[in-house]
């Protein structure tokens, strides 16, 4: 049995090289399996800082309306907004004086 696999040495060492770098390559901290996992993940975050990204230049434009050049129709709708002095869908109505 021994002489058998001495005889065939190469062909073993070679099987166990072989599978020892196939599970390597798949699986484990820098494997195949784990590339796809950080891959996704990568492109999640990518997604995520999109989102954040729009949400800031939002406040910062809503931000500039309140303090370089003063906007009195964003501010109309602020107090609209914020204290309630109007309702959804609202119809306005500007009644002008003529004295003639």
Known sequence: MFAKIKKNYFLIFSIFFILYFLISFLGGERGFFSY????????????????????????????????????????????RDKFLLGKKNETVYIIKNNDN
């Open 36 to 79: 796809l996992k950080k891959h996704n993940y990568l492109e999640s975050l990518k997604k995520e800082e999109d989102v954040l990204t729009l949400k800031i230049k939002n406040i910062e434009t809503k931000n500039s309306l309140l303090t370089d050049n003063l906007d009195l129709d964003y501010i109309e709708f602020l107090i």
